[in-house]
């Protein structure tokens, strides 16, 4: 039994051999494909590395770089803020300084306010607006005008250490941040390629919220130092000030009290003098006004027509007008007394100021230099002028 065959197709010898040819310049064709991909890709992939190891530098050298000016304003800061320290415990030390000598200035103020009190105390015409008065007075309003002064400067000199806290305050916070960036900076500069702490990250070059430029970032500081020295300028002004009126003051010494003394016991010694001479004048007269009133009152009892006026009598005349000059004197006597007596209570109360003024013995600062305790114009016009102002 015969099977039944197929039919197979069956390929020529060109055929075959055109298709030989055709798998041989395809396999050449990728092979030269292949070849010219593997060029490119050896090509890209050292520019690859050529630019990612100059940009590794590149972002070195400028991280270095911003270190470099971070830490320079971090030094900026680090040295205008010791500045604002030593101003605040300088302009501290004025403000006590000037608190002590207003505190000195009470007892000055006290001792006038009752040297004038007992003053007032002088009876008759010992009360009198005499110079010693006057200077009184002017004490008075020379210390209560440095109370005002001095109160004011107190008051400024307050307010400026707030101002100095308050931009040493804002300092410490920008030297922070210059602290925590040098750290953060100084980190990424000290990885490598090879650091175990590097990772990929999402999204790491989007803008974090609150950035800013580094114009920007830069005049935030300088803002920041010139405020700073704006206010220490200020604040050197306002010492000088201070210093200029704590030294424009003197010690008070109680020399107007001195010479009012010496005037009163100069007219007390005086008025004893005269009152001596006055008693021996009294005691002159009165011996013989009493021989003289003898003799007329026995004449009285003349009998008869012997009752006459003689030359004997008409001296009763001049005998009366001796009783009034007598009694003159005593008047005067009595007046002289009376002021005596008066210069005597004034000279008490002159002795008694004296004394209240002696209380004005020197107060030490707490370094034991004098505080001064009278306010005085100074040899400076602007400070002359902002005392009287």
């Not at 000598?101 to 004038?116: F, G, N, R, Y």
């Not at 003053?119 to 005008?145: A, T, W, Y």
């Not at 308050?166 to 990885?191: F, G, H, M, S, W």
Request: contains cysteine; charged residues 30%.
């Amino acid at each position: 039994m015969s099977l039944i065959s197929k039919p197979i197709v069956h390929y020529g010898v060109p055929e075959w051999c055109n298709n030989n040819e055709q798998l041989s310049a395809t396999a050449e064709l990728e092979r030269y494909l292949s070849n010219v991909i593997r060029q490119e890709s050896r090509t890209l992939r050292n520019d690859t590395n050529c630019k990612t190891n100059w940009d590794e530098s590149d972002t070195s050298r400028m991280l270095r770089d911003r270190v470099w000016e971070v830490s320079r304003c971090k030094d900026l800061l680090v040295s205008c803020a010791k500045k604002v320290d030593d101003e605040i415990e300088a302009l501290t030390l004025s403000k006590t300084r000037t608190e002590e000598t207003l505190a000195a200035t009470a007892v000055p103020h006290e001792v006038s306010m009752e040297s004038l009190t007992l003053r007032e105390g002088r009876q008759g015409f010992e009360l009198i607006n005499d110079p010693v008065e006057k200077e009184l007075k002017k004490e008075v309003h020379v210390i209560e005008r440095a109370q005002q002064t001095l109160q004011q400067l107190i008051d400024q000199a307050f307010e400026q250490l707030c101002i100095l806290q308050k931009i040493r305050q804002q300092l410490t916070a920008d030297l922070q941040n210059k602290v925590e960036t040098l750290d953060i900076d100084n980190t990424c500069l000290e990885l490598t390629i090879t650091s175990s702490q590097i990772s990929l990250k999402p999204d790491p070059t989007r803008i974090p919220a609150g950035s800013c430029t580094p114009h920007e970032w830069i005049q935030f500081t300088q803002l920041n130092l010139a405020r700073a020295r704006e206010a220490m300028e200020m604040s050197e002004q306002m010492r000088e000030d201070m210093s200029l009126t704590r030294v424009s003051v003197r010690v008070m010494k109680p020399q107007p009290s001195a010479h009012q003394e010496t005037r009163l016991t100069t007219g007390l010694s005086r008025f004893q003098k005269s009152s001596l001479t006055l008693d021996a004048d009294l005691k002159a007269k009165t011996a013989p006004l009493k021989l003289a009133h003898t003799r007329l009152e026995n004449r009285t009892c003349r009998p008869g027509m012997d009752l006459c006026r003689d030359e004997v009598d008409v001296e009763r005349i001049s005998i009366n007008k001796s009783l009034h000059s007598l009694q003159r004197l005593k008047l005067h006597h009595n007046q002289m007394k009376q002021d005596h007596a008066r210069k005597r209570g004034a000279l008490a109360l002159e002795e008694r100021c004296i004394n209240i003024r002696n209380r004005l013995i020197p107060i030490l600062y707490s370094d034991g230099t004098p505080v001064p305790l009278l306010l005085l114009t100074s040899s400076s016009g602007r400070s002359t002028r902002h005392l009287e102002a």
